[in-house]
Nanobody, 124 residues
Framework: QVQLVESGGGLVQAGASLTLSCTAS????????MGWFRQAPGKEREFLALIGWSGILRRYTDSVKGRFTISRDNPESTVWLRMTSLKPEDSAYYYC?????????????????WGQGTQVTVSS
């Protein structure tokens, strides 16, 4: 059974940093693209970042470029999202996801597995 478990969320002030972790089990982690998404109340799920198998390929949505960094450790089956200069508009539930296949996923539906999420709240 595949499980993705996120951790590291919390309540922080604007300008602070947080690092989210996602540990996977039940899958051959090093063969999966890993992504981070978020969803705020009343809003659609938003793609944030993607990392390829080896960590060389990394993609970010424009709103987080320069502030968020995605990384992974295959032996530890873990992917991180380092978030800096947090803003109140970054408040949301954050999810990690895993996508199998030979090409990078281009949309949320391309991901095969999802975690339960972790809440991030940024106060002004």
């Amino acid at each position: 059974q595949v499980q993705l478990v996120e951790s590291g969320g919390g309540l922080v002030q604007a300008g602070a940093s947080l690092t989210l972790s996602c540990t996977a089990s039940g899958l051959y982690f090093s063969t999966y693209y890993m992504g981070w998404f978020r969803q705020a109340p009343g809003k659609e799920r938003e793609f944030l970042a993607l990392i390829g198998w080896s960590g060389i390929l990394r993609r970010y949505t424009d709103s987080v470029k320069g502030r968020f960094t995605i990384s992974r450790d295959n032996p530890e089956s873990t992917v991180w999202l380092r978030m800096t200069s947090l803003k109140p508009e970054d408040s949301a539930y954050y999810y990690c996801a895993a996508a199998g296949g030979a090409v990078p996923p281009s949309r949320a539906d391309d991901y095969d597995y999802w975690g339960q999420g972790t809440q991030v709240t940024v106060s002004s």
